[in-house]
C-alpha cells in the first residue's frame, strides 16, 4: 500500500476495501466521485463536461509487489500523477473502489479547517 501523508482522515473501511479489491486484482485504488460542475479548457475557451464520468483518486493504493516493482522499471513520463498511473502505463488494469468523503487532500491552508472541521464532528 501507498499512502500520502496529506491524507491523515483515511477510513479503516477504505484500508480495508482497498487492501481486499487488489488481493483480488493485483491493483486498486479509492476513489470518490465528484460534485461540482466541471469545466474543460481549450485554447481560450471553456465547454462544461459531464462529472458523472470523473472520479477523485484518494490513497492508499494498493497493488501487488511484483506488479509495482515491475511497472516503476519502466522510464519516467510526465504522465505519471500517482502510482495507479505508473501501473497503467506498464499495461495493467487498476480496479476502482469506493473511497470516503472525509480523506481530503490537505494542500492548502483551507484545508486544515475542513480536517479539523471532520474531526470534530467524528469526536461527537
Not at 47 to 73: G, I, N
Not at 76 to 81: D, E, I, Q, W
Not at 107 to 113: E, F, G, M, R, V
Amino acid at each position: 500500500m501507498v499512502h500520502d501523508g496529506v491524507r491523515p482522515l483515511v477510513s479503516a473501511d477504505t484500508i480495508k476495501n482497498v487492501l481486499a479489491k487488489a488481493t483480488e486484482s493485483g491493483a486498486a485504488i479509492p476513489c470518490v466521485a465528484v460534485s461540482e460542475s466541471l469545466r474543460m479548457k481549450q485554447d481560450n475557451q471553456t465547454q462544461v463536461v459531464d462529472r458523472s464520468k470523473f472520479m477523485l483518486v484518494q490513497t492508499p493504493q494498493c497493488f501487488s509487489y511484483e506488479l509495482m516493482h515491475a511497472a516503476f522499471q519502466q522510464e519516467y513520463s510526465n504522465g505519471f500523477t500517482d502510482c495507479a498511473s505508473v501501473i497503467e502505463a506498464a499495461g495493467h488494469s487498476v480496479s476502482v473502489v469506493e473511497g470516503n468523503q472525509s480523506n481530503i487532500k490537505i494542500t492548502h491552508p483551507a484545508d486544515l479547517i475542513f480536517a479539523e472541521a471532520i474531526l470534530q464532528s467524528n469526536r461527537q
